[in-house]
Each structure stands twice: as C-alpha cells, then as structure tokens.
C-alpha cells in the first residue's frame, strides 16, 4: 500500500474546490438569494462582499482539501472508486457543512426552511465534488 501522494491530494482539493465554489455560488445568488437578502435585512446586516467572499472561498477549499485528504486515507481499506469518494465526501459535509447550517437554525439566523434547501444542497455539493476530486487523485 502506497502512502498519500500530498500533490495528488492538492490537485484534487483544487479541482472539487471549483465544482464547490461553482455550487456555492448558484446556491446563494440563484436558489436562495431572496430568502438570505431578507435574513440580512432582518438582522440589519449588510449581506457579505468582498472580504467575507475570499474566506468563503479560502474555506471552501479548506474543506476540499481536508475531504481529499480523507479520501486518499480510505481508499486503501475501502478502495479506489466513486464509492469510497462519496463516503469522505458525506464525512466532510457531515463535520463541516451540516454541522454549521443546523448551527445557524438553531440560533434562528435563518429560516428553517431555508436551512434545509442549503443543507441538502451541501449533502449533493460535497458528494459530487468529492467524486470530481477523486478522478484526479492517484496514489
């Protein structure tokens, strides 16, 4: 068993990174832009712009990187494959984008409604990007 090939593990958190950032960005200024606008407005803040942006994208591809990471670690035991890509892409959401988006609820940041649609949105985000990452990984 080869060890984790840490350019490979860059490489592929930079290419699931892109297909999350892709998802974030049609996920908040298409599908929920109406509903967030209206959160801001009700807790009188101005909706994030450019600074908040870049540590949006920075921790987007912190998450993508850890999750391909993640994969590189199980895919000996669990083996190579779409599968094994699903699987540390659903322990990432889990850790890192289900985790938060429940955290906002519970604080009534946001609408329950609107916390659902972008946490199943996240559950499909990560899964996909975890397995266009993964095509690009090689031990």
């Known amino acids: 068993m080869a060890g984790i090939n840490y350019g490979k593990v860059f490489v592929s958190g930079i290419v699931a990174a892109v ?11 298409v599908v929920l832009v109406e509903a967030q606008t209206a959160a ?12 908040a942006i870049g540590v949006f994208i920075g921790l987007t591809f912190l998450a993508a990187w850890t999750m391909m990471w993640l994969y590189a670690a199980i895919r000996g ?3 190579a494959g779409p599968k094994t890509a699903a699987c ?16 906002f609820a519970a604080m009534g940041m946001l609408p329950v409604g609107t916390v659902a649609v972008a946490t199943a949105w996240g559950f499909v985000e990560f899964t996909l990007a975890a397995i266009a990452g993964a095509y690009f990984y090689r031990d």
């Open 19 to 29: 297909v999350m950032t892709l998802g974030e960005f049609v996920l908040n200024e």
């Open 40 to 51: 801001f407005e009700r807790m009188n803040l101005e909706p994030p712009g450019g600074a």
């Open 77 to 79: 035991p669990m083996g």
């Open 88 to 103: 540390a892409g659903i322990v990432t959401w889990l850790l890192m984008n289900f985790t938060a988006s429940v955290s």
